[in-house]
């Protein structure tokens, strides 16, 4: 069974950067894609950024553009979001995603077209 783990939440004070980790057991293949999806209290989570397989091709949202990275490292079966000059509207939880129904592990930027989920990680930002 696919498992992830997240960890690097936190509070930061706006400004401030902040790495988050996601550590992936369980999947065999070489086809699985990974995402970051944030989710406000009371909303659905949406996709912030995803990478496929290869890490060829990355997807960040608009609302992080230019202030996030997005990176994997198959060796460590690990993906990291780097946030950077964080605001207080990045407060939120964010979910470390997996999927591996995409042939050659193509990304998508829907955060429904993901499989499995890990548990969360706080993200606070204060002002």
């Known amino acids: 069974q696919v498992q992830l783990v997240e960890s690097g939440g936190g509070s930061v004070q706006t400004g401030g950067s902040l790495t988050l980790s996601c550590t992936v057991s369980?999947?065999?293949?070489?086809?699985?894609?990974l995402g970051w999806a944030r989710q406000y209290p009371g909303k659905e989570r949406q996709l912030v950024a995803a990478?496929?397989?290869?890490?060829?091709?990355?997807y960040v949202a608009d609302s992080i553009l230019g202030r996030a990275t997005i990176s994997r490292d198959n060796a460590r079966n690990t993906v990291y979001l780097q946030m950077n000059n964080l605001k207080p509207e990045d407060t939120a939880v964010y979910f470390c995603?997996?999927?591996?129904?995409?042939?050659?592990?193509?990304?998508?930027?829907?955060?429904?077209?993901?499989?499995?989920w890990g548990q969360g990680t706080q993200v606070t930002v204060s002002s």
């Open positions: 995603a997996a999927d591996q129904r995409r042939s050659g592990g193509v990304y998508s930027a829907r955060a429904s077209d993901y499989e499995y």
């Open positions: 369980g999947f065999t293949g070489d086809n699985l894609a």
């Open positions: 990478i496929s397989w290869s890490a060829t091709a990355k």
